[in-house]
């Protein structure tokens, strides 16, 4: 069976943004979050709170909120790794933050510089304070599918890294296949894990890049499962630049299209979405590789 409505927590301007090379004008960042809060999304992370050299692209991250309008009853959840970063959001006047830990020892070191055990140090009195003044934290557990350094990632260990996040009190858990290698039969073995090993299925959102065309497959067999949740990046957007071979996130366009097909609704404006991805594409001087924005988009 399949959901009636799908949450679509869109993660353009972050993970859509975070790999560009070329720095994006913050007035450019926030027209972008105003043009999408118009298509019908209600929840967008908006940047990370991060170490800037670590990535320059959002070192405007405390201007972007300053500057942007914030819409009513839209969530702008932003990225947060530590106290320091907690502090910057808090200042900020954010109310939802999202921590990100690494499900394998090698990218917990290049994206954090901790080891596996360490990166649980670092989060707990981050996850601590934001809760104890009512902010809601989510949890991203990154390379549950593989590992460009490791190779193969067991789902017990991801369901493992998932479990002391949900227990620290994130109220969602986002399992990211960050290089984009997995596939819809591992998709219901990592679920399984996870819900195996104490997370509900409605506590888990999916968060799938599409570096080997699995997005959207996998998205549907996530659906199957059970979830609810679906991260997307507005024109397929994105990558981590720790993260080696990562490109872009599910396209947002390409999900709505699907999304439609089935019948599930998720409140998207799906022409204004479209207008809103070509538009940053010109900004960015290259065309979407979304397959349903370049079907429906003008040049
Ligand atoms: P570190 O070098 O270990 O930091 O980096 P530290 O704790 O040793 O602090 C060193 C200095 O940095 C200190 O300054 C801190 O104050 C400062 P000093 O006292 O020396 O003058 N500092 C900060 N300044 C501003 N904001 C901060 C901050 N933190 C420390 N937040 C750190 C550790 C976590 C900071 C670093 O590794 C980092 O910023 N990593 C972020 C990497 C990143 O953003 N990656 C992309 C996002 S994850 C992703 O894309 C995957 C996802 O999409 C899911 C998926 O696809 O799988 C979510
Ligand atoms: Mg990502």
Known sequence: ??????????????????????????????????????????VLEATSFVHPRWVPQLADAADLLRRMVRVDGIDYPVLVPNERGLDRALAAGVRHIAIFASATETFA????????????????????????????????????????????????????????????GCHQLSLGDTIG???PG??????????AGGV??????????????????????????????????????????????????????????MLDGLGIRHGVDLDALVATSTWMAHHLGRPSPSRVVRALGGP
């Not at 409505?5 to 007035?27: C, F, W």
């Not at 996998?218 to 071979?245: F, I, K, Q």
Request: with cysteine; charged share 20%; proline share 4%.
């Open 109 to 168: 070191k290049r994206n954090l510089n901790r080891t596996l055990d360490e990166q649980f140090d670092m989060f707990a009195p981050v996850v601590g304070r934001a809760l104890a003044r009512g902010l809601r934290v989510r949890g991203y557990v990154s390379m549950c599918f593989g590992d460009p350094w490791e190779g193969a990632v067991a789902p017990h260990q991801v369901a493992e890294v998932g479990r002391r996040l949900v227990e620290m």
């Open 1 to 42: 069976t399949l959901p009636d409505h799908v949450t679509i927590y869109e993660v353009g301007a972050r993970d859509g943004l975070q790999n560009e090379s070329t720095v994006v004008p913050v007035e450019v960042k926030a027209e972008f979050l105003q043009r999408l809060a118009r298509t019908g999304l209600r």
């Open 181 to 183: 290698t997995g596939t």
């Open 186 to 195: 591992h998709v219901n073995a990592v679920l399984d894990a996870c819900v």
């Open 200 to 257: 509900p299925i409605r506590q888990l959102a999916v968060h799938f890049h599409d570096t080997y065309g699995q997005a959207l497959a996998n998205t549907l067999a996530a659906l199957r499962h059970g979830v609810t949740t679906v991260d997307a990046s507005a024109g397929g957007l994105g990558g981590c630049p720790y993260a080696e071979s990562a490109t872009g996130n599910l396209a947002t366009e390409d999900l709505v299209w």
